[in-house]
């Protein structure tokens, strides 16, 4: 397949149509003081969605010709994707995270984005995603993203990383971790070795 090579959004945005489609998706994250079990901290509440193909991903989509920037195909793709509780939720530039451009098995130049939350406000867009216009279809159902480890080494966040995932998604899952310290860097590091292992 090759990886995606990282692009700066400038070289990213040179890469234009017919060639390439550019694609834009967010990691939405809010903290969270709750714990699992009343013992294990929950830390974060990550979101991500189980996609019709049966991978992980993050909500987002295709950026087309209605589309004037990156941006407003984000927020288009989110409401389509998330429903009515993310009429509010305006993802900016200054949420850019990164650009990787793949050449299999299309030309697709994805973008990510990253923007936290308050809980309530996640929680508002879990409680209307099922209303969605591609719920059921693109979508099959958020997911939180489990933070920590369990006893066992495996089960948590090494058992999710080992789940399959569209594009890259999975590195901007990580990088995303670790940009704002949403895992402790060791458990984090440790998390991705145990997965890279059981794949
Ligand atoms: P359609 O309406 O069917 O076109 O779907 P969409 O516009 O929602 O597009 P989708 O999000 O499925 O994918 C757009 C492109 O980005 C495709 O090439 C996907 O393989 C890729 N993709 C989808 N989700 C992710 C993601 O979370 N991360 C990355 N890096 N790529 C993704
Ligand atoms: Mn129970
Ligand atoms: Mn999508
Ligand atoms: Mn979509
Ligand atoms: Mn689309
Ligand atoms: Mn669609």
């Known amino acids: 397949m090759g990886d995606p090579r990282a692009l700066s959004r400038e070289a990213a945005l040179r890469l234009g ?10 990691l ?3 903290p969270c003081p709750e714990r699992l079990f009343g013992k294990i901290p929950l830390r974060f509440a990550v979101l991500m969605q189980m996609r019709f193909d049966g991978r992980l991903g993050f909500p987002g989509g295709f950026v087309d010709l209605r589309d004037t920037s990156l941006e407003e195909g984000l927020n288009r ?4 994707e998330l429903g009515p509780g993310a009429a509010s939720l305006h993802i900016a530039e200054l949420d850019y995270m990164s650009s990787h ?7 697709v130049v994805a973008h990510f984005y990253a923007k936290q939350l308050c809980l309530d406000e996640l929680r508002t867009i879990e409680e209307g995603a099922t209303r969605a216009k ?4 693109e979508v099959m159902g958020l997911v939180r993203v489990p933070l920590y480890t369990m006893r066992d080494g495996v089960g948590g966040l090494p058992a999710f990383l080992s ?11 990580v990088h995303a971790l670790e940009t ?8 984090l ?9 059981r794949l």
């Open 101 to 107: 451009a793949s050449e299999n098995p299309q030309r």
């Open 17 to 26: 149509p017919p060639q390439w489609k550019h694609a834009c998706h967010a």
């Open 189 to 197: 590091q440790k998390a991705v070795s145990t997965a890279q292992k």
């Open 163 to 173: 789940n399959t995932f569209i594009g890259n998604a999975r590195d901007q899952l």
């Open 28 to 30: 939405l994250y809010a």
């Open 180 to 187: 704002f310290q949403l895992v402790p860097r060791e458990q």
């Open 134 to 137: 591609d719920h059921g279809l």
């Open 77 to 80: 793709e989110l409401r389509e």
